[in-house]
């Protein structure tokens, strides 16, 4: 039973382009969601977080947007660079701060010169 | 230190073999966390401590895997039997409390049973 959902295993998109990433979730009580990367042979890093009270969260390049009737989340990354290829996953919790994440199965993400 | 720290990198066992993963957390941090992830998925719960209190065993598989933080610091997640289905990589993570901005991960152990 896959709470967290990323349909999209793989994305290519060209350098300076806008990339969008999707995750689905099915637990209505999950109401504090992440966004990690993770490059080859390291550990996830946290990029971004958005709480349910909220649709919408913007750092920089990156911005999460949060549409909880649909049960949908989705990162803008905006130009895409080089740097940010990697495997990105998204994450959910029942409560900020609590301390027991679900993770989606990740999307790999290519950014071509 | 300036991050989580897990020793060793890789590891080889002959299935039926003990093995014992260590971490080293972010000194300070009073959480920590184990994650197992297996090839092409997401990271798994396995366990969570608050300080030396292991509060949330629910992701453990087995009563082959048990973890322990004696001291509220290092911990050992700890495998008996291993079976090639325990071939993951194991991470741990730690976060002061309530840390809402997310985790803080280490680079993970590679176990791989043969």
């Known amino acids: 039973d896959q709470q967290v959902k990323q349909n999209s295993p793989s994305l290519s998109v060209q350098e300076g382009r806008i990339s969008i990433l999707n995750c689905d979730y099915t637990n209505s009580m999950f109401d504090y969601f992440l966004w990690y990367k993770k490059y080859p042979a390291e550990g996830p890093t946290f990029l971004i977080s958005?709480?349910?009270?909220?649709d919408k969260n913007e750092d920089g390049r990156f911005t999460v947007f949060l549409n909880k009737s649909a049960k949908h989340l989705s990162l803008h990354i905006v130009p895409s660079q080089p740097g940010d290829s990697a495997v990105y996953f998204c994450?959910?919790?029942?409560?900020?701060?609590?301390?027991?994440?679900?993770f989606g199965q990740g999307t790999r993400l290519t950014i071509n010169p | 230190g300036a991050g989580v720290s897990q020793s060793p990198r890789y590891k080889v066992a002959k299935r039926g073999q003990d093995v014992a993963l260590r971490c080293d957390p972010i000194s300070g941090h009073v959480s920590l966390f184990w994650y197992q992830q297996a090839l092409g998925q997401g990271p798994e719960f396995l366990t969570y401590f608050q300080n030396e209190a292991q509060l949330d065993k629910s992701g453990l598989p087995s009563d082959r895997f048990f973890a322990e933080r004696p001291e509220g610091s290092v911990s050992t997640l700890k495998i008996q039997r291993t079976q090639q289905e325990d071939s993951a990589v194991y991470l741990c993570?730690?976060?002061?409390?309530?840390?809402?901005?997310?985790?803080?991960f280490g680079s993970g152990t590679r176990l791989t049973v043969v």
């Open positions: 958005i709480s349910s009270i909220k």
């Open positions: 994450a959910a919790s029942e409560l900020q701060g609590a301390q027991k994440l679900v």
């Open positions: 993570a730690s976060s002061l409390a309530r840390a809402g901005g997310g985790y803080t």
